[in-house]
Nanobody
Framework: QVQVVESGGGSVQPGGSLRLSCEVRGSIYSANTMGWYRQSPGKERELVAI???????RYGDSVLGRFTISKDNAKNVVYLQMNNLKLEDTSVYYC?????????WGQGTQVTVSS
């Protein structure tokens, strides 16, 4: 069974850093597109960063210049390096993978930024 598994969430003070990881497990195929979204209570899920075919990368406006997405194609893993975290970055972060045309989501990992 194919699974999308996130890790690396936690609590950090404003200005701090965290690194999230997401792995597609159980598939012999490479996920051409992998990325991160986030959703806070009462808000819609929003794009954080996504990396597609040919290293095509897109970031949400609110994280541009602070977050960096990278992808290890050989391992079907995507990372999100989050620097200079702000209070408003607090959210549940979800990983999305597109595998052979199917959209797969992870269970989410909590990121809390507080002083």
């Amino acid at each position: 069974q194919v699974q999308v598994v996130e890790s690396g969430g936690g609590s950090v003070q404003p200005g701090g850093s965290l690194r999230l990881s997401c792995e597609v497990r159980g598939s012999i195929y490479s996920a051409n597109t992998m990325g991160w979204y986030r959703q806070s209570p009462g808000k819609e899920r929003e794009l954080v960063a996504i990396r597609g075919v040919g290293s095509n990368t897109r970031y949400g406006d609110s994280v541009l210049g602070r977050f960096t997405i990278s992808k290890d194609n050989a391992k079907n893993v995507v990372y999100l390096q989050m620097n200079n975290l702000k209070l408003e970055d607090t959210s549940v972060y979800y990983c999305k993978a597109i595998l052979r045309g199917h959209e797969l989501w992870g269970q989410g990992t909590q990121v809390t930024v507080s002083s």
